[in-house]
C-alpha cells in the first residue's frame, strides 16, 4: 500500500524541480503515482530516488520534451546521468557563462547594493558578491583596480578608552 502523505510530498518536489529547470510537467498525482506502481511494484517509494546504487529516477526519453506518462521511462540514477551525456544535456567542459565581461566591469564597478545588481544581472548575489570581491572573473578585474567598497579596505578598530574616574568621589572628571 502506498503511503500517500509521503507520495504527494515527492510528487510536489519532482514538479517543482522539472518547473525549476524549465521542463514542462504534464502528469496528475495520481497518473504519477500509478506510473511508478507499475515500474517499480507496490513498495516504490523505497526503491526511487537519487542515491547511488540500485534507485531509480523518471527519465525522459532523449532527454528532450515534457515528464509525461508517453515521453518517460523508469530507469536508475547512474543510467540518467550517462544518457545526459550522450544527448549533450550534461554541464561539462567549458562552461557557459550568463554574463558578458562588460556586465561584470559594471558589476565590479557599481555601487548600488547587491540586492539590486542581483535583480539587473541574471546572477545571485554571492555571485555579485564573488565579482565584487574578486574571486571570479578574474581575468576580467585583476587590472581594473579597486571596486567601490574595496578602496578603503577593512574598518579599522579603534579603542575607546575609558573614562577617567575622581579617585576621591568616584565620579568621572568634567570633560573639557
Not at 514538479?15 to 514542462?24: F, S
Not at 546572477?123 to 571570479?136: A, C, D, F, H, Y
Amino acid at each position: 500500500m502506498t503511503n500517500i502523505p509521503r507520495a504527494k510530498e515527492a510528487y510536489w518536489a519532482q514538479k517543482a524541480n522539472a518547473k525549476a529547470r524549465g521542463k514542462d510537467w504534464k502528469f496528475t498525482l495520481e497518473e504519477w503515482i500509478s506510473w511508478w506502481e507499475e515500474k517499480l511494484g507496490a513498495n516504490w517509494l523505497e526503491k526511487r530516488g537519487t542515491k547511488t546504487g540500485s534507485h531509480y529516477v523518471m527519465g525522459r526519453i532523449g532527454d528532450a520534451g515534457p515528464y509525461s506518462p508517453e515521453n518517460t521511462k523508469c530507469i536508475t540514477n547512474s543510467q540518467n546521468g550517462q544518457e545526459r551525456s550522450l544527448n549533450g544535456t550534461a554541464p561539462r567542459g567549458e562552461q557557459r557563462s550568463v554574463l558578458t565581461e562588460k556586465q561584470v566591469r559594471e558589476i565590479y564597478f557599481s555601487t548600488d547594493k547587491l540586492k539590486d545588481l542581483a535583480r539587473r544581472y541574471p546572477v545571485g548575489m554571492g555571485g555579485i558578491q564573488s565579482i565584487k570581491r574578486g574571486k571570479s572573473w578574474k581575468h576580467v578585474t585583476k587590472d581594473l583596480g579597486p571596486a567601490h567598497r574595496n578602496k578603503i579596505g577593512a574598518p579599522r578598530k579603534v579603542k575607546i578608552p575609558k573614562p577617567r574616574k575622581n579617585r576621591r568621589i568616584g565620579t568621572p572628571f568634567p570633560e573639557k
